[in-house]
């Protein structure tokens, strides 16, 4: 036999093929018995409406994306299983439990990785202050959702990911090991993560009485640059005994760094980065991070988008990072 059509499934409930359609759409009234007769019996025949039909029929196509403008360097890196790759896993399964594609827009070496290709809307990963993909999703008139803050467009519906906060735990711990002169690096680009990590060190170094060494570096250069700038920076700086490396392959830079110049991690410098991913876990000594509940984000995300999608705003606070802390800061380790 061949698949069950609306037309089979019509003839069996004793209704019109319009009454199923509008069984399985919503889009009119239908009695609650007979909708439920006519999902039973779909069940049993093995019939499925078909989503190309609903998509023409509600003007949308099913399917939502997920894209970041971070460089390739720093969104996928080597292995391809970072901070980006861990938000699309948890966003597709939260996606698919409500019957919604998610389709992943990579990183792009040449930054133009998102084609012409229509959503019905758009989450988009630590945007930068004007980021193009915000204008180009804007242009097409696609509800777009932030995991974090767009700089300068409270407008823009988002996940606060509590960036200061982050920034805070790491420090203090750094500090509550026994570092006294700790530096940090960040990213150059205008992103909300970036420059809330910057204000919070300086706030916490002024709180502290420590010379603040602040350096943001293009996340372009990836691991290679954290490399080069962190054996700079310990060299110029024999006093600093703990560093904050927001992002992860800066981080592992560092540490490279560290290990060229001889400074024992962490008994001479102790290290931290905010990503708790493969870099982290697998550096030796393994890194302390923290972990940012990325898939309890990564479905806020989805449900802020497809209320934005049904008309509704909204906004979201993720929830507290928890430190994970490991040998790369830990005294007497």
């Known amino acids: 036999m061949g698949r069950p059509t609306i037309s089979d499934l019509a003839k069996a409930a004793g209704v019109s093929p319009t009454t199923v359609s509008h069984a399985?759409?919503?889009?009119?009234?239908?009695?609650?018995?007979?909708?439920?007769?006519?999902?039973?019996?779909?069940?049993e025949i093995g019939y499925h409406p078909s989503s190309l039909a609903q998509g023409l029929r509600s003007g949308r196509t099913g399917i939502i994306a997920l894209a970041s403008s971070m460089p390739f360097a720093v969104a996928a890196g080597p292995s391809r299983l970072g901070f980006l790759m861990e938000i699309a896993a948890s966003a597709a399964m939260s996606a698919l439990t409500r019957d919604i594609a998610l389709c992943l827009i990579p990183p792009h070496p040449s930054g133009?990785?998102?084609?012409?290709?229509?959503?019905?809307?758009?989450?988009?990963?630590?945007?930068?202050?004007?980021?193009?993909?915000?204008?180009?999703?804007?242009?097409?008139?696609?509800?777009?959702?932030?995991?974090?803050?767009?700089?300068?467009?409270?407008?823009?519906?988002?996940?606060?990911?509590?960036?200061?906060?982050?920034?805070?735990?790491?420090?203090?711990?750094?500090a509550a090991q026994g570092s006294r002169h700790i530096a940090v690096l960040t990213g150059a680009s205008p992103r909300t993560s970036h420059a809330e990590t910057g204000q919070a060190y300086l706030d916490f170094a002024a709180r502290h009485g420590m010379a603040p060494v602040l350096l943001h570096l293009d996340e372009a250069g990836g691991e290679e640059l954290g490399y080069q700038e962190a054996l700079r920076l310990l060299a110029e700086n024999p006093s600093i005994d703990g560093l904050y490396a927001s992002v992860d392959a800066f981080?592992?830079?560092?540490?490279?760094?560290?290990?060229?110049?001889?400074?024992?991690?962490?008994?001479?410098?102790?290290?931290?980065?905010?990503?708790?991913?493969?870099?982290?876990k697998l550096s030796q000594p393994p890194m302390t991070a923290v972990d940012?509940?990325?898939?309890?984000?990564?479905?806020?995300?989805?449900?802020?988008?497809?209320?934005?999608?049904?008309?509704?705003?909204?906004?979201?606070v993720a929830a507290l990072p928890d430190l994970i802390a490991r040998r790369s800061s830990l005294s007497g380790a």
């Open 24 to 43: 399985f759409s919503g889009r009119r009234h239908v009695d609650p018995e007979t909708r439920e007769r006519i999902h039973r019996l779909a069940r």
């Open 292 to 316: 940012l509940h990325l898939p309890q984000i990564a479905e806020a995300a989805v449900d802020l988008l497809l209320a934005l999608i049904e008309g509704r705003s909204g906004s979201a």
């Open 251 to 280: 981080a592992s830079g560092a540490v490279r760094a560290a290990r060229a110049l001889g400074r024992a991690v962490p008994d001479r410098l102790r290290i931290a980065t905010r990503y708790d991913g493969l870099r982290a």
């Open 112 to 174: 133009q990785g998102h084609g012409r290709a229509g959503f019905d809307g758009v989450i988009l990963v630590e945007p930068t202050r004007d980021d193009p993909l915000v204008a180009h999703f804007e242009s097409r008139k696609t509800p777009i959702v932030s995991i974090g803050t767009v700089p300068g467009r409270p407008d823009i519906a988002a996940v606060d990911l509590r960036s200061r906060e982050t920034a805070f735990l790491l420090l203090d711990h750094l």
